[in-house]
């Protein structure tokens, strides 16, 4: 089993919507994040196929789309004038870059989707969330970490079809990402994606 330690209209991407007008117990941004490979997407896809009502940010892109990816649905997909844009007007509440592309997550959108009493829920980078913790500093960040170093090495070389610098540039990042745990509100080892995911809704308070 996993467990879980505790730590203590602008734009186009702009979603419509006025706050309630009498105020009422809002759900704190929930933030997860951890190094590469170790199952973000593959718990936060378990986590939204058994309780969809949980809202995951669409994040905004300069990558071009893959075969498949629909503008609004696995990114919205921008170019760097826009993106700038973006940046300049105060609309992302993080961003990124990564691997030559930049990432980031429109503000508006997570502000209505919490004022409304929805579960928002944000699978982003260390970099991303040290942002978040900077300007939503009220959000729980979790932690991702893997059940071992080993077993993290397995997953990013599992693959076999990197050369030994890219795996070794991999495997920096990732110690850097690991060091960063004690940033983080709360740890979940992901030893069982079913487990964790049932641990990481419970931190969000759903019932």
Not at 112 to 136: F, N, S
């Amino acid at each position: 089993m996993s467990s879980a330690v505790s730590r203590g209209a602008t734009s186009p991407l702009a979603s419509q919507g006025a706050s309630p007008a009498h105020p009422v117990r809002r759900p704190r941004l929930t933030v997860l994040s951890g190094p590469s490979g170790v199952g973000k997407s593959t718990v936060v896809a378990h986590l939204r196929t058994v309780h969809p009502e949980v809202w995951l940010s669409v994040s905004a892109t300069t990558r071009r789309p893959r075969p498949g990816e629909q503008h609004g649905v696995q990114y919205f997909f921008v170019d760097d004038d826009e993106f700038d844009k973006l940046v300049a007007n105060g609309e992302l509440l993080e961003w990124a870059q990564f691997a030559g592309n930049r990432y980031g997550t429109p503000r508006r959108a997570v502000l209505d989707k919490l004022a409304a009493g929805e579960p928002v829920l944000l699978e982003i980078d260390l970099q991303g969330a040290r942002q978040v913790r900077q300007t939503m500093p009220e959000a729980r960040l979790v932690f991702l970490a893997p059940p071992s170093w080993e077993e993290l090495v397995r997953r990013l070389t599992g693959r076999g079809t990197e050369s030994p610098e890219v795996i070794e540039e991999r495997l920096a990042t990732a110690r850097v990402e690991l060091a960063a745990e004690s940033e983080f509100d709360e740890t979940l080892v992901n030893t069982s994606v079913e487990a964790v995911a049932h641990e990481l809704l419970a931190l969000m308070q759903i019932d």
